[in-house]
């Protein structure tokens, strides 16, 4: 009897998420399934419910028939209630139990999240992890995600947002770059500088931003190395490259190590901050909670990787040559 709940359970799961995504096989990755069993457990949902047909094949992909779509708002309340009902027995266990679907950045994701998420999936058994690295804004709500974690200014959304850390950007270069080209003294001497371009922004270059006695400088960077990820624009600056404007999660070994010079203290960059993000509709289950105050402990109220190069008072340097 339990093998056959399960079972039904499994095929509305598949259901609602080939309706959320729009495909079998965009359902069938969300699931980590092969895309057959994702069809297989939809035409056994519907032949138990007298060969009625809930999807429709269209040149986009997948749509809900008219039929489809209430009983899709009918699954996602019953598989809600479901999982309420096991997160609250649960409770009373003792701990917190379900899935959480989240969505990272990929630099700090990989960096610094994923070993939080191992340590917090270790110390909640009962909790299962979906985690998706990816720098895109992912659809928390059209992709059935339960949180993400997002790094800068948010924009005005409908969604709930908690700060758990500060984020802090430095102008770094190698010291091999700053014995051969020098460090600029003002942010007006990048110009004179190879940059190195972070090119993942919605106009396809970055600005620089620098706070000043006066106000705060923007600039535009210019330089031949170009790249999408943090990871790659660290890299070509411990090459010596150019001087890279990055987040000191991904900074601060370097700095710490002197394999990477801090530029410009005296003009410090505007701090950002990391959110974990969710959907909006009443409080969040218990096991989101859980992670949620276990992210902030582990990364805020200031981050660990700031402290080891003097982030938080930053003494201006006159370079004279060599490092």
């Known amino acids: 009897e339990r093998a056959r709940v399960d079972g039904e359970l499994d095929d509305l799961r598949a259901f609602v998420a080939v309706a959320e995504t729009g495909g079998f096989s965009r359902a069938a990755a969300r699931l980590g399934l092969a895309k057959s069993i994702v069809s297989r457990r939809v035409s056994r949902l519907e032949a138990s419910l007298g060969g009625a047909r809930l999807l429709a094949r269209t040149t986009r992909g997948v749509s809900t028939t008219e039929a489809g779509a209430a009983f899709h708002a009918r699954c996602v309340r019953v598989l809600a209630e479901l999982d309420e009902a096991r997160e609250e027995v649960a409770g009373r266990e003792g701990g917190v139990a379900g899935t959480l679907r989240i969505a990272a950045p990929l630099s700090f994701g990989i960096a610094h999240l994923a ?56 102008a770094v270069a190698s010291p091999a770059y700053v014995e051969r080209r020098g460090a600029p003294a003002r942010p007006e001497d990048v110009a004179a500088h190879d940059c190195l371009v972070y090119s993942a922004t919605p106009n396809g270059g970055e600005t620089w931003r620098f706070r000043t006695g006066r106000g705060t400088v923007s600039l535009r960077p210019h330089g031949r190395f170009r790249a999408d990820n943090g990871e790659a624009l660290l890299a070509a600056a411990l090459e010596g490259l150019g001087i890279a404007v990055l987040p000191t999660f991904l900074a601060g070994g370097a700095l710490g190590s002197g394999a990477l010079l801090p530029l410009l203290e005296a003009f410090p960059m505007p701090e950002h901050g990391l959110h974990v993000v969710r959907p909006p509709g009443g409080p969040a289950p218990a096991r989101l909670r859980a992670l949620i105050e276990f992210l902030a402990a582990r990364f805020g109220p200031e981050p660990y990787w700031d402290p080891c190069w003097g982030v938080r008072a930053p003494v201006p340097r006159t370079w004279s040559g060599s490092a």
């Open 115 to 170: 070993p939080a998420l191992a340590r917090f999936a270790a110390d909640h058994p009962r909790v299962a992890l979906d985690v998706s690295y990816d720098d895109r804004p992912v659809d928390l709500v059209g992709e059935r995600f339960d949180a993400a974690v997002r790094i800068g200014t948010l924009p005005d959304s409908s969604l709930v947002a908690r700060r758990i850390a500060p984020v802090r950007l430095v």
